[in-house]
């Protein structure tokens, strides 16, 4: 990846591959490198839910196995019933993998949280890359009990049909309706790829909305012109709204350069261009209520 609007870090994570006939010896320096996360008690669960993401999911590992923790941390990987070579991927990276047969990003995170043994929980996407100091950035505020959920921000890497410079001038004016229009509904700013909490309290919640339809975060949706899930809520942005009014804190965005990933720009060029992407997006922007949903 060649770009002067790029950082460093990201060159070594965007490599190319191909999922059925990756090189042995990089399936085996990813596992080395992995093998950080095989610990017996975890204090920081990382939590992915992947649905046939054989294309993306290396370099997501790849960015995750240079993570310098100082806590014991484990990484789980939730299958969400992939239909492609996900599972054999995984399993030759000596990935810890459980699978999810119901479909939906909030059943597969919900099977994280069940699943996860760690005090804190740092939820990931399989096709976003993570800075070395990710994991403990965004846990970090929840050693203070009056916090409850955190999120970082994010940043769109580019593909052939976008570049990094309109990239980010859709970021920053995605991300500063949102700070105005959602300045007293924290919650709706909370990105699935990009947020923890501590485990217990959102078991003690009842976990995710299974109600949350099956695409994942508004996000997502608003980038790619889809309205949010009948129920009006999407898996993120409710689990913060109920840890919020179940009195288990309130929800801070983690200002630490760390917690700001680096995500596909896939749903949000969906419709074929970012030009139009954008007018979608400004054009859907205001609408949307605080009925539990985030955008992007």
């Not at 007293?184 to 485990?199: D, I, K, T």
Request: aromatic share 8%; proline share 5%.
């Amino acid at each position: 990846m060649s770009n002067l609007l790029l950082p460093d870090w990201l060159s070594k994570h965007s490599f190319v591959y191909y999922p059925e006939n990756v090189p042995a010896g990089q399936l085996k320096d990813l596992r080395s490198r992995l093998a950080q996360f095989n610990v017996d008690k975890p204090e920081i669960s990382i939590v992915i839910p992947a649905y046939n993401e054989e294309a993306n999911l290396l370099h997501t590992l790849s960015s995750l196995a240079d993570q310098k923790v100082s806590r014991p941390t484990e990484l789980l990987v939730v299958n969400n019933n992939s239909s492609d070579r996900t599972q054999e991927l995984l399993d030759k990276c000596g990935v810890r993998s459980i699978i999810e047969r119901r479909p939906g990003v909030a059943f597969a995170r919900q099977a994280g949280l069940e699943a996860a043994r760690g005090i804190y929980m740092a939820n990931a996407d399989a096709d976003c890359l993570y800075p070395s100091g990710w994991a403990e950035a965004i846990t970090a505020p929840l050693h203070n009990p009056e916090i409850a959920c955190t999120y970082g921000l994010y940043s769109f890497l580019p593909s052939q049909n976008s570049s990094r410079l309109a990239l980010w001038g859709y970021e920053m004016t995605a991300q500063l309706v949102n700070r105005i229009r959602n300045r007293h509904q924290e919650f709706m700013n909370v990105y699935g790829f990009n947020f923890a909490f501590r485990r217990a309290d959102a078991l003690a919640v009842g976990g995710f909305a299974l109600d949350s339809g099956r695409e994942g975060s508004v996000a997502e949706l608003v980038a790619a012109g889809i309205k949010p899930p009948p129920s009006g809520k999407c898996e993120d942005g409710w689990m913060s709204l109920s840890l919020q009014q179940e009195g288990k804190g309130r929800t801070v965005r983690v200002t630490d350069p760390n917690a700001r990933v680096w995500t596909s720009d896939r749903r949000l060029i969906a419709d074929g261009s970012l030009s139009k992407a954008f007018t979608t997006r400004v054009r859907q922007a205001m609408p949307f209520s605080a009925s539990g949903s985030t955008s992007s």
